[in-house]
């Protein structure tokens, strides 16, 4: 059975530049997509990723980066918005990197799409009556 995770990964500057996901996708058979990524030679790595793969597989993947020092932490928060504190501004749209807000083009209300926000919080302190919201 095929499990699909969202996880966070911090790479301490001394594994930026090793082929640490390519061994996730060679060696444990996972498949990624990376719904975030912060990542500069000589210092430490950021990677939200969302894993899919059989759960022994997935397992043992999240074993090694473990072993090799990377730091792992589940996605579980999750950003939601308070219907009764927005007034449809806009000021979400620009800053939101996977474009999980728009415009209805019919009420020019905004939109939220949950299932595009990857909850990496850029649009919480840019939303000036502070409708978005995070949830662990």
Do not use: W
Not at 42 to 50: N, P, R, T, Y
Not at 84 to 89: D, F, H, L, M
């Amino acid at each position: 059975m095929a499990v699909i995770k969202k996880i966070v990964l911090r790479f301490p500057k001394r594994l930026v530049d090793r082929p640490i996901i390519y061994r996730l996708v060679k060696d444990y058979d996972l498949e990624f997509n990376i719904l975030k990524a912060s990542i500069t030679p000589e210092q430490e790595g950021l990677l939200v990723l969302e894993l899919k793969g059989k759960q022994d597989e997935y397992d043992k993947g999240i074993d090694f980066l473990i072993k090799a020092g990377v730091n792992i932490q589940s996605l579980s928060q999750d950003v939601t918005r308070n219907e009764e504190k927005c007034t449809s501004c806009g000021a979400c749209i620009t800053i939101c990197p996977t474009g999980a807000f728009r415009v209805d083009t019919k009420t020019r209300l905004i939109l939220f799409d949950n299932d595009k926000c990857i909850a990496c919080g850029a649009c919480i302190p840019a939303c000036p009556p502070r409708a978005m919201e995070v949830h662990f």
